[in-house]
């Protein structure tokens, strides 16, 4: 059971940052861009830690409060959540 929550959550994560930097990518180039609401569904679904650190890493989003404020705060409710499934079925 970890390793199924453990592999969602990398999976998810390693998604997140990498929309995050297409999203920049296409911006820069003008191009179609990647809805904010699926920016933020990938978050909420459990990619919020990796969404944080595309953030940053590609200095995308840093300037918008929703952004700096819910994808923190959903990485900090999915390490709690993530942490308790382990522990109870550990």
Same mark, same amino acid.
């Given at each position: 059971m970890n390793q199924i929550v453990w592999?969602?959550?990398l999976l998810l994560n390693v998604l997140c940052f990498f929309l995050m930097g297409e999203d920049?990518?296409?911006a820069r180039r003008g191009k179609y861009r990647i809805a904010e609401?699926?920016?933020f569904l990938a978050a909420a679904l459990g990619g919020a830690l990796?969404?944080?650190f595309g953030?940053?890493?590609f200095h995308h989003k840093t300037r918008h409060w929703k952004f700096r404020l819910f994808f923190p705060f959903? +990485? =900090?409710?999915w390490? +709690? =959540?993530t942490l308790t499934v382990c522990y109870l079925y550990a």
């Open positions: 592999a969602y959550l920049k990518r296409r609401k699926h920016l990796g969404g944080t953030m940053y890493v959903l +990485a =900090f409710l390490a +709690a =959540f």
